[in-house]
């Protein structure tokens, strides 16, 4: 089928969560290029929103899932599995957390965070229910993490949603401080918040959310499914500001495409006991497989400096380009790999996003109408140079 016929056929069986998707259908991929049925090759700046972190046809990630799905794939939680304990033991290893949860995607290693955060109150005989959360957070689409994700668009069909969640704006120390009491079970946060357009939390912030927290008692939920593994040049994100939250998840990046989610928690947290959590699917063979190459090519290669090197390169060509356009530009902002172009009201994130696409490079979009650049992590800076100038282009004939 081709995209006309799929977007026909698509109409008609699934739902319409999605709307009109790209008008590009990838069937392949190589390196940091994914290319269609006709074999048009395009450059991916995009890479599944953060999940693609070592790119297309990495040979010891095919080879490695590959045998993995010719001895078992799955065989299910009531048997200990070899590539789960190692990948659970270099992600607390190299992060520094007691304990590790696996789950299959970003939302439900929320869920998790979560009711790790209802128990360990639970279980100190004081049972709280209020949950702070940021306003222009995204945490999931299940019912608690839309609940937690701080954006009325989400939540207007699905009310009461649960928990008490309190949205307090980023970035507003005060709020944040006056907003967690010796009610609050948890405060969650993303130390760049991704889906709203790339919008970093600032250290002051950061530092009130941590104080505030430990004066309460409450306990810190840290959301690094898009900005954990890597993508900002650290292995998380917090590690640029030498905090730990009691809980930090993991998704996107982590199983490079093969569905993986994971809840870390430090020993304070670490409050289930046999029955409390579970999951069919979580952290099977082939997910910690994959799982295991990603955590072993961060950990044992020079990748994360690549990433702060050319994360700096890139965004200091974004930041020349706000320059030389800064009525197209608003703001550059982000991290290592995970960058945002917020366009001025004049130009339509939307619409540059598939100008950009006709000229055969895909980027995505996120919230406030803003490029969202969140490439493989294996990205080089002449792929780079190519985006720079073709954006060029396309901001100069727009002018
Ligand atoms: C993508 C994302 C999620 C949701 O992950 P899913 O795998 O789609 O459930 C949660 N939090 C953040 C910060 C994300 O970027």
Same mark, same amino acid.
């Given at each position: 089928m081709d995209y006309e016929q799929l977007k026909l056929t698509d109409a008609s069986v699934y739902m319409p969560?999605?709307?009109?998707?790209?008008?590009?259908?990838?069937?392949?991929?190589?390196?940091?290029?994914?290319?269609?049925?006709?074999?048009?090759?395009?450059?991916?700046?995009?890479?599944?929103?953060?999940?693609?972190?070592?790119?297309?046809?990495?040979?010891?990630?095919?080879?490695?899932?590959?045998?993995q799905v010719k001895k078992l794939t799955h065989a299910c939680n009531y048997f200990y599995n070899e590539p789960q304990t190692q990948l659970a033991q270099k992600l607390t290893k190299n992060t520094g957390y007691a304990r590790v949860f696996f789950s299959n995607s970003g939302g439900e290693a929320n869920e998790c965070a979560l009711k790790l955060a209802l128990k360990y109150h639970y279980q100190k005989g004081a049972p709280r229910k209020k949950i702070v959360a940021l306003a222009? *957070?995204?945490? %999931?689409?299940?019912?608690?993490? #839309?609940?937690?994700?701080?954006?009325?668009?989400f939540h207007a069909a699905f009310q009461p949603l649960p928990y008490e969640?309190?949205?307090?704006?980023?970035?507003?120390?005060?709020?944040?401080? +006056?907003? =967690?009491?010796? *009610?609050?079970?948890?405060?969650?946060?993303?130390?760049?918040?991704?889906?709203?357009?790339?919008?970093?939390?600032?250290?002051?912030? =950061?530092?009130?959310?941590?104080?505030a927290a430990a004066q309460?008692?409450? &306990?810190? =939920?840290?959301?690094?499914? +898009?900005?954990?593994?890597?993508?900002?040049?650290?292995?998380?994100?917090?590690?640029?500001?030498?905090?730990?939250?009691?809980i930090t998840t993991l998704a996107k990046a982590l199983g490079n495409g093969i569905p993986?989610?994971?809840?870390?928690? *430090?020993?304070?947290?670490?409050?289930?006991?046999?029955?409390?959590?579970?999951?069919?699917?979580? %952290?099977?063979?082939?997910?910690? #497989?994959? %799982?295991?190459?990603?955590?072993?090519?961060?950990?044992?290669?020079?990748?994360?400096?690549?990433? +702060?090197? #050319?994360?700096?390169?890139?965004?200091? *060509?974004?930041?020349?380009?706000?320059?030389?356009?800064? +009525?197209?530009?608003?703001?550059?902002?982000?991290?290592? &790999?995970?960058? %945002?172009?917020?366009?001025s009201p004049a130009f339509d994130a939307h619409q540059v996003q598939l100008a950009l696409l006709s000229r055969s490079v895909i980027v995505g979009t996120a919230g406030s109408n803003t490029l969202r650049l969140v490439p493989p992590l294996i990205i080089e800076p002449k792929h780079i140079e190519v985006l720079i100038c073709e954006l060029k282009e396309i901001l100069s004939c727009q002018d």
């Amino acid at each position: 089928m081709d995209y006309e016929q799929l977007k026909l056929t698509d109409a008609s069986v699934y739902m319409p969560t999605f709307g009109t998707r790209l008008p590009v259908v990838p069937q392949s991929g190589a390196g940091v290029m994914l290319f269609d049925a006709e074999g048009n090759g395009y450059l991916d700046f995009l890479s599944g929103i953060a999940v693609n972190a070592l790119g297309y046809g990495d040979a010891e990630f095919t080879d490695a899932v590959c045998g993995q799905v010719k001895k078992l794939t799955h065989a299910c939680n009531y048997f200990y599995n070899e590539p789960q304990t190692q990948l659970a033991q270099k992600l607390t290893k190299n992060t520094g957390y007691a304990r590790v949860f696996f789950s299959n995607s970003g939302g439900e290693a929320n869920e998790c965070a979560l009711k790790l955060a209802l128990k360990y109150h639970y279980q100190k005989g004081a049972p709280r229910k209020k949950i702070v959360a940021l306003a222009d *957070s995204f945490h %999931g689409r299940t019912l608690a993490t #839309t609940a937690a994700t701080g954006q009325a668009r989400f939540h207007a069909a699905f009310q009461p949603l649960p928990y008490e969640f309190v949205y307090v704006p980023a970035n507003d120390c005060a709020a944040m401080a +006056q907003a =967690i009491d010796g *009610s609050t079970a948890a405060v969650i946060f993303e130390v760049i918040q991704g889906e709203s357009g790339v919008h970093p939390l600032t250290p002051e912030f =950061i530092q009130t959310i941590f104080a505030a927290a430990a004066q309460a008692d409450a &306990l810190t =939920i840290c959301d690094e499914v +898009q900005t954990g593994m890597g993508h900002t040049g650290r292995l998380l994100a917090q590690d640029h500001f030498g905090v730990r939250a009691d809980i930090t998840t993991l998704a996107k990046a982590l199983g490079n495409g093969i569905p993986i989610g994971a809840c870390l928690c *430090s020993d304070r947290a670490n409050v289930f006991e046999p029955g409390d959590h579970g999951t069919t699917f979580g %952290g099977n063979l082939l997910a910690c #497989t994959a %799982g295991n190459v990603v955590i072993d090519r961060l950990t044992q290669t020079d990748l994360l400096d690549h990433v +702060q090197k #050319t994360g700096a390169c890139f965004k200091d *060509s974004l930041l020349a380009l706000q320059r030389e356009f800064p +009525q197209a530009i608003k703001e550059v902002r982000g991290q290592g &790999l995970m960058l %945002g172009a917020e366009l001025s009201p004049a130009f339509d994130a939307h619409q540059v996003q598939l100008a950009l696409l006709s000229r055969s490079v895909i980027v995505g979009t996120a919230g406030s109408n803003t490029l969202r650049l969140v490439p493989p992590l294996i990205i080089e800076p002449k792929h780079i140079e190519v985006l720079i100038c073709e954006l060029k282009e396309i901001l100069s004939c727009q002018d």
